[in-house]
């Protein structure tokens, strides 16, 4: 089966820098760059070969959500489909 092809856009980025700030704080919480670095390549990973398994619905029939544990945080992300 081929993967399915998986971008990550504008309105993700913009996503990212409201819920993490731009460098990693004294607490050592996440940065909007350790969840670029760290998670997005094995997010786009598990999307791409198994984007209905990783995902759930919503009430809008064009968005999905998937909801992770990653290296640097807790992950939640809504993806059209």
């Known amino acids: 089966m081929a993967e399915r092809q998986v971008r990550f856009t504008?309105?993700?980025f913009d996503r990212l820098e409201v819920l993490l700030?731009?460098?990693?704080?004294?607490?050592?919480?996440?940065?909007?760059?350790?969840f670029i670095v760290l998670e997005t390549p094995r997010l786009r990973d598990r999307l791409a070969a198994?984007?209905?398994?990783?995902?759930?619905?919503?009430?809008?029939?064009?968005?999905?959500?998937?909801?992770?544990?990653?290296?640097s945080s807790h992950t939640s992300l809504s993806t059209r489909t």
């Open 10 to 12: 504008d309105q993700f």
């Open 21 to 34: 700030p731009f460098e990693r704080d004294a607490s050592g919480a996440p940065s909007v760059t350790d």
């Open 50 to 71: 198994d984007y209905e398994g990783s995902t759930m619905p919503t009430e809008d029939p064009e968005v999905r959500a998937a909801i992770a544990t990653g290296r």
